[in-house]
């Protein structure tokens, strides 16, 4: 039991991770999938693992930035240079228009694959510990709101 618990510890953290960096996949699937976890640790766990991948993609999006060789030959390769202009102006501004209280919201939505809005915020120039801050506290709002709502629905079943 104890390398059962141990085991799914383990990938909570890892998924919660692969959730902010490179999947584009919800977090939700963390909280039927431990289940030799208690509830509250599998949502911090999944919290703590985001805010890892979080802090991985933010410096991921600051070197892509001052390094756009291989982008800008894709791009120009594949006659995209005017679409992804198009593409990056739109998200930069609403990430400028809306800022923190945004993107609390946009990982507070359960559902919502959180890779796109991690990667925007991460483009523009704000606050890390603060960005990291509202990944967390995000991330448990989130995941507690499911497991409330599933928990109120499985009542009457």
Same mark, same amino acid.
């Given at each position: 039991?104890f390398?059962?618990a141990?085991?799914?510890s383990?990938?909570?953290?890892?998924?919660? =991770?692969?959730?902010?960096?490179?999947l584009?996949?919800?977090s939700?699937?963390m /909280?039927?999938?431990a289940?030799? +976890? $208690?509830?509250h640790l599998t949502?911090?766990?999944?919290?703590?693992?985001?805010?890892?991948?979080?802090?991985?993609?933010y410096?991921?999006a600051?070197n892509l930035?001052?390094s756009?060789v291989?982008?800008d030959r894709?791009?120009k390769w594949?006659?995209l240079q005017?679409?992804h202009?198009k593409?990056e102006?739109a998200? =930069?501004?609403?990430?400028?228009?809306?800022g923190y209280?945004g993107?609390?919201v /946009?990982l507070?939505?359960p559902g +919502? $694959?959180?890779?796109?809005?991690i990667?925007?915020f991460?483009?523009v120039q704000?606050?890390?510990?603060l960005?990291?801050a509202?990944v967390?506290s995000?991330s448990?709002?989130r995941l507690?709101?499911v497991?409330?709502?599933?928990?109120?629905?499985?009542?009457?079943i």
């Open positions: 039991m390398w059962n141990l085991w799914q383990f990938y909570v953290t890892v998924y919660g =991770f692969l959730v902010a960096v490179a584009p996949t919800p939700e699937a /909280l039927v999938a289940p030799a +976890l $208690p509830i949502i911090f766990l999944s919290g703590i693992g985001k805010t890892i991948g979080s802090y991985v993609a410096f991921a600051r930035l001052t756009n291989v982008e894709l791009l594949f006659h005017e679409l202009e593409v102006s998200t =930069f501004s609403a990430v400028k228009k809306y209280a993107l609390f /946009l507070c939505i +919502l $694959p959180d890779t796109a809005s990667y925007a991460s483009f704000v606050n890390r510990v960005f990291l509202l967390f995000a448990l709002i507690y709101l497991w409330w709502g599933l928990a109120s629905v499985l009542k009457f």
